[in-house]
C-alpha cells in the first residue's frame, strides 16, 4: 500500500526548553493541523514560565548546514521563520530563503512574553533590509511594529498606517495583531491593496505563552495545505484563538496555550 505525504512545512526559529514556545510550539502546531512538521534551529533557550535565563546561537554553519539537509532533499510547502537572534543568522537564513520558492511566513520575534530579548538590537536593521523583503506574510505584535518602523499603535484605527510602514519593508502581506490592545483581539491584514480585519473573542487567560510562534507556524501549515493567504490567516486564527481558550497553568508563571485543543473535545 502506499501512502501519500502530508504537506511539509519547516520552521526556522529558536529552541524553547519549556516547549510552550518557539520550534516546540511550531512542531506542535503542524501535527495538530495535519502537516509534517520540520526544524532547523537557530538558537537554543534556556527557558521556562517565568522567563528566558539564557540563551546561545548556533554557528551560522550548522543553521547553513540544517537548511541544506532539508531543502536538498525533502523539500517544503512553506516555511516559518521565529527567533533568529543575531544578524549574522538573519542574514544566512534569508539568502537562502530567498530561493525557496515556497510561502514564507516571518514572525519577527524581538522578546519573549516576559520581555526578555530574542534578537540582538543590531539585527535588527537586517531583519528589515534583508528577512523582511523574502517574507510572504509578515506577523509582528505591536511591540515588534514600532521596533521595525517606529510607529505606535494606541488603538485599532492606528493598524492599517502601522500594516502601511511594514509594507514598506518588502513583504507581499503585513498581518498586524492588535491582541494586545484592549477590547476584542483584531487582527488586521493587507497587501496594500485587500484589507483584512480578523476579530475574536478575548479570553481573559494569563497563560498564553506562544501565542505569536502558534499563529504564524498555523498560516505557514494552512498556505501549506493550499489556502490562500486571507483564508490561511482566518483559520490560523480559529486555531488559535481556541489554543488560548484552552491554555493552561504550568510552573509557576505564564503558562502554555493548548496546541492539542481540538483533541480534548
Ligand atoms: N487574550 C487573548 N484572547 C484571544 N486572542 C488573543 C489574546 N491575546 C492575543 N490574542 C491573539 O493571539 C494572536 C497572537 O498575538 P499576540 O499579540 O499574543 O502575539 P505575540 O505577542 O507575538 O506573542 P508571543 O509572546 O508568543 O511572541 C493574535 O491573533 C492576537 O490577536
Ligand atoms: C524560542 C522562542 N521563540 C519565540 C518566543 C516568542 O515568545 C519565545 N518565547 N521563545
Request: net charge negative; glycine share 12%.
Amino acid at each position: 500500500m502506499t501512502v501519500s505525504s502530508p504537506p511539509r512545512v519547516l520552521t526556522v526559529a529558536g529552541s524553547d526548553s519549556g516547549g510552550g514556545a518557539g520550534i516546540q510550539a511550531d512542531l506542535k502546531t503542524m501535527l495538530a493541523l495535519g502537516v509534517h512538521g520540520m526544524s532547523v534551529i537557530a538558537a537554543v533557550t534556556a527557558q521556562n514560565s517565568v522567563g528566558v535565563q539564557g540563551y546561545w546561537e548556533l554557528p551560522p554553519e550548522a543553521v547553513r548546514a540544517q537548511l541544506g539537509s532539508v531543502l536538498g532533499d525533502i523539500g517544503v510547502q512553506a516555511v516559518k521563520t521565529g527567533m533568529l537572534a543575531s544578524p549574522v543568522l538573519v542574514e544566512t537564513v534569508s539568502e537562502v530563503l530567498a530561493g525557496v520558492g515556497a510561502p514564507v511566513v516571518v514572525d519577527p520575534v524581538g522578546v519573549s512574553k516576559h520581555g526578555d530579548a530574542l534578537l540582538a538590537p543590531e539585527a535588527v536593521e537586517t531583519v528589515k533590509a534583508r528577512l523582511l523583503p523574502v517574507a510572504t506574510v509578515v506577523t509582528p505584535n505591536l511591540w515588534e511594529v514600532s521596533q521595525l518602523t517606529g510607529v505606535k499603535v494606541e488603538s485599532e484605527a492606528d493598524l492599517r498606517k502601522a500594516a502601511d510602514a511594514i509594507l514598506e519593508l518588502g513583504p507581499a502581506w503585513a498581518l498586524i495583531k492588535g491582541g494586545h490592545l484592549p477590547g476584542a483581539p483584531t487582527d488586521l491584514l493587507t497587501d496594500g491593496t485587500r484589507e483584512f480585519r480578523f476579530t475574536a473573542e478575548r479570553h481573559d487567560n494569563r497563560h498564553t505563552h506562544g501565542t505569536g510562534c502558534t499563529l504564524a507556524s498555523a498560516i505557514a501549515s494552512h498556505l501549506a495545505l493550499g489556502e490562500d493567504v486571507p483564508s490561511a490567516v482566518e483559520k490560523a486564527k480559529e486555531y488559535v484563538t481556541g489554543a488560548i481558550a484552552r491554555g493552561f497553568p504550568l510552573g509557576g508563571g505564564i503558562g502554555p496555550v493548548d496546541h492539542a485543543w481540538r483533541w480534548r473535545g
